[in-house]
């Protein structure tokens, strides 16, 4: 069971960036796909971003894909997402997750993450 932590987020306007950082500790880091899932206020959690164990494959949900950049640092157990061009509609609980098997990323259900950190709020104000 990996441990998660994610730092990054704040309250940033239209049209600005965030980068959060996700440190993972408590097993073999490259074992496993990461994720950005995120939640806003009332809603269901959705996948936002996602990278494979050695960071060649990445997805994205439509709603994020060419502002998001989702990568890691395999040596310094981390992953990232750099949010660009960021809308109040990209409001929400960003939350880092473990899983995927093998180091792959199977589906982007969140059934499929077995490791999930706290989250860190983003705000963009119109």
């Known amino acids: 069971q990996m441990q998660l932590l994610e730092s990054g987020g704040g309250v940033v306007q239209s049209g600005g960036s965030l980068r959060l950082s996700c440190a993972a500790s408590g097993d073999t880091f490259i074992n496993y796909a990461m994720a950005w899932f995120r939640q806003a206020s009332g809603k269901e959690r959705e996948f936002a971003a996602g990278?494979?164990?050695?960071?060649?494959?990445?997805y994205y949900a439509d709603s994020v894909k060419g502002r998001f950049t989702i990568s890691r640092d395999n040596a310094k157990n981390m992953v990232y997402l750099q949010m660009n061009d960021l809308k109040p509609d990209d409001t929400a609980v960003y939350y880092c997750?473990?899983?995927?098997?093998?180091?792959?990323?199977?589906?982007?259900?969140?059934?499929?993450?077995?490791?999930w950190g706290q989250g860190t709020q983003v705000t963009v104000s119109s």
């Open positions: 997750a473990a899983g995927g098997r093998n180091g792959v990323l199977i589906t982007y259900a969140s059934s499929n993450f077995r490791s």
């Open positions: 990278i494979g164990w050695n960071g060649e494959n990445t």
